[in-house]
């Protein structure tokens, strides 16, 4: 079956960077888009990222534009989420989630997500 | 972007009864609207797409429909298993974004 396993998460001082990773089985990896989604703690869910399947498009939200970095190895099923500059408001679980068949804008399955902690 | 607004926060609803959630757009996202559900300390799910199409395996007891900036989830007949938290989502345009949520509880 779809198996999303996202890791990397941890706790970082702000202006500190993380590298996710969200490793992919059970479906044909390099065919599907992929996406980053956050929720910080207590709140609603945030669409952070996206990366179409060949790598070629990818769309940030504007709260990490020119921070954050979402890239993927189609050799290796692994969707990644470079943060850098990191800052107290990105304090979050990060979730990835693939694409629906139907439409680059719909997640049809999600991982379990990874705890990120920006705290001095 | 397109703002998406839930309404009510939250739903108090006895088991067996009909919850109505709301869903609204700050401009028209056509179709394109998607509801998910989030049970605590578990990731979302998708339940509905294109404002009104279920997804694999959700039970019929889920509809939703609306199109344009108005939107509504349905659950005919709450069951012990569907209280949870649903936001809505559209993707007509980037960035995404979903509404705040709406939590139904147990009354």
């Known amino acids: 079956q779809v198996q999303l396993v996202e890791s990397g998460g941890g706790v970082v001082q702000p202006g500190g960077s993380l590298r996710l990773s969200c490793a992919a089985s059970g479906f044909t990896f390099s065919t599907f888009g992929m996406h980053w989604v956050r929720q910080a703690p207590g709140k609603g869910l945030e669409w952070v990222s996206f990366?179409?399947?060949?790598?070629?498009?990818?769309y940030y939200a504007d709260s990490v534009k020119g921070r954050f970095t979402i890239s993927r190895d189609n050799s290796k099923s692994t969707l990644y989420l470079e943060m850098n500059g990191l800052r107290g408001e990105d304090t979050a679980v990060y979730y990835c989630?693939?694409?629906?068949?139907?439409?680059?804008?719909?997640?049809?399955?999600w991982g379990q997500g990874t705890p990120v902690t920006v705290s001095s | 972007e397109t703002m998406m607004t839930q309404s009510p926060d939250t739903l108090s609803v006895s088991p067996g009864e009909r919850a109505t959630l709301s869903c609204r757009a700050s401009q028209s996202v056509s179709s394109k609207l998607a509801w998910y559900q989030q049970k605590p300390g578990q990731a979302p799910g998708l339940l509905i797409y294109g404002a009104s199409t279920r997804a694999t395996g959700i039970p019929a007891r889920f509809s939703g429909s609306g199109a344009g900036t108005e939107f509504t989830l349905t659950i005919s007949s709450l069951q012990s298993e569907d209280f949870a938290v649903y936001y809505c989502q559209q993707y007509d345009t980037w960035p995404l974004t979903f509404g705040g949520g709406t939590k139904v509880e147990i009354k």
């Open positions: 989630a693939r694409v629906a068949s139907s439409s680059w804008g719909i997640f049809d399955c």
């Open positions: 990366v179409r399947s060949d790598g070629s498009i990818k």
